[in-house]
């Protein structure tokens, strides 16, 4: 039977993948937009380092962290998209007349974002290097920092899927990309929260999610190893994959009866 | 005289269709009050670096940005709507119907204007409610918006040609991506002095960088290198009309 579940799912994964790679927008645009707001962020405020209380002295380093964020939020909407078509061009509906199951639909979908997930992570990681960026943490923070990657991607697919799966709309899915754009914003991504001044701003970002997101990256790079970041980073990734691969298997259970 | 009825007509439906329609409405208001919060809030701080010398603040200093943000976007977002209409066949009606075509560009300019002005209403009062200063007097704060305004010309005419062009919604990338680039390497968190490195030398060359330090020296009352900066802003709404006209006459071959 996992045998069974097993080959449903790499079917699914592999074409969800071919299906990314044969739209080079659905690539080329996640892997260079992030790059190229790093650089515009990273030139242009190079000179916040100088603000007393900045933790680091390099603003390529400091920002590197928003890229792993960016490339998870492209993850979102690209399963979200890619199933909302699936479902408006009726593909659902003819899966749903065949033994495949649900949950393989969407463990297929997200294995196939997954692995542009890393993909992405492995280029930020790279490009930051390359211009000179070095890991406070080490090769092993490396690792966490590509699992960390894993993870979102997993959960903002998962939130993608449910979208799509609740609205059945590819421009529905694609509407939430500046709410979750506002989030990344409304963060500490610019600043350390405690060098924001306008107090309702530093609010915002506190109890924002993403916040805590961008600081455990960023904590391996500029910091080292800072347990409470790591903690609150990986612990919130973990609750937003949790809630919405919950949220998207209730949603695509409704879906599938529907059809 | 039929020149302007083809105005009147393209920009009156252009604006019917904006103003009767929220998704295309609200991207176009919310995003540069988002950019205004993000960068305004969240960089305060940045008013305290060494060398910081922009006497309004750091709010005044964003707005700026955000105003010639939000016109060369405004000018960008019709862009879209242009292509759109030559991807449902409207456009080909509209040429067929025209007995000025050239008025068809001017009338979805006009539109992109009057869409601008919304929104720089909106942004200047959501920008002097949150405490923004002004230092200019009538006639500065006037030659700011007009500088703002032959931006948004410039660039409802660089998007108009590629949407003739190419006549698909799928050229949005390429008529947003140009611009946003232009504007971010342009001097947008910090005054140029305070660039350093590539970024530095990028925004020297860079025709906005003028265009931007030449409004931020408006508002703040103490006008410099006004001239020049107009002189950018309409060359570059010159060059982009040649180049509007020229992407008509290729929508006109294709038929």
């Known amino acids: 039977m996992s045998h069974v579940f097993a080959g449903q799912v790499l079917v699914l994964a592999r074409r969800s993948l071919v299906r990314t790679v044969r739209q080079p927008a659905n690539i080329v645009f996640p892997l260079v937009f992030p790059l190229l707001l790093l650089a515009v962020n990273a030139g242009g405020l190079d000179a916040a380092t100088r603000l007393p209380g900045f933790p680091t002295d390099s603003f390529v380093a400091f920002a590197l962290a928003i890229p792993f964020i960016q490339g998870a939020l492209f993850a979102t909407m690209n399963a979200g998209t890619d199933l909302a078509r699936d479902i408006q061009t009726g593909f659902l509906n003819r899966l749903s007349l065949t033994p495949m199951r649900g949950i393989s639909l969407l463990a297929g979908q997200l294995g196939g974002i997954v692995t542009m997930g890393v993909v992405q992570a492995l280029v930020y990681l790279s490009v930051g290097l390359a211009v000179g960026v070095r890991l406070e943490s080490g090769p092993a923070g490396a690792l966490v920092l590509l699992a960390f990657a894993l993870l979102i991607s997993v959960g903002f697919g998962a939130l993608g899927a449910f979208a799509a799966l609740r609205t059945g709309s590819g421009e529905a899915v694609q509407s939430l990309f500046p709410a979750f754009f506002v989030f990344l914003f409304i963060s500490s991504m610019n600043l350390p929260r405690n060098l924001i001044e306008i107090d309702w701003f530093r609010t915002a970002a506190t109890v924002n999610p993403v916040s805590y997101l961008i600081e455990c990256v960023r904590s391996l790079i500029i910091t080292g190893w800072d347990g409470q970041a790591l903690a609150l980073g990986f612990g919130i990734a973990a609750a937003i994959t949790v809630v919405a691969l919950a949220l998207a298997s209730v949603s695509l259970r409704t879906r599938l009866t529907r059809s | ?255």
Do not use: C
């Not at chain 2, 759109?84 to 006009?110: H, K, M, Q, W």
């Open chain 2, 1 to 255: 005289m039929k020149t302007l009825w083809v105005i009147r007509g393209v920009a009156w439906r252009t604006l019917h269709r904006v103003f009767t329609n929220p998704s295309l409405l609200i991207p176009s208001l919310v995003f540069p009050l988002f950019f205004f919060v993000a960068f305004a809030g969240g960089l305060s701080r940045v008013d305290d670096v060494p060398g910081f010398d922009f006497p309004l603040g750091y709010t005044a200093f964003q707005f700026v940005f955000v105003l010639l943000q939000s016109a060369a976007f405004g000018g960008v977002f019709t862009g879209f709507g242009i292509a759109r209409d030559f991807e449902t066949g409207f456009a080909r009606r509209l040429l067929l119907a025209a007995p000025n075509r050239s008025g068809i560009v001017l009338g979805y300019a006009v539109a992109a204007l009057v869409r601008w002005l919304v929104t720089a209403a909106v942004v200047t009062a959501v920008a002097l409610a949150a405490g923004m200063e002004v230092g200019g007097d009538g006639v500065d704060l006037f030659g700011l918006y007009a500088l703002a305004l032959v931006l948004n010309v410039a660039a409802i005419f660089w998007a108009a040609g590629i949407a003739m062009r190419l006549r698909t919604e799928q050229a949005g990338p390429i008529m947003q991506m140009p611009v946003f680039l232009v504007l971010f390497f342009a001097p947008v968190y910090v005054p140029l002095s305070l660039l350093e490195g590539w970024i530095h030398t990028l925004a020297s060359i860079n025709p906005l960088t003028r265009v931007l330090e030449a409004g931020r020296s408006l508002l703040a009352g103490s006008p410099t290198e006004v001239g020049v900066a107009f002189a950018v802003a309409a060359g570059l709404a010159g060059a982009f009309w040649l180049w509007a006209l020229r992407g008509l006459r290729s929508a006109e071959r294709a038929g």
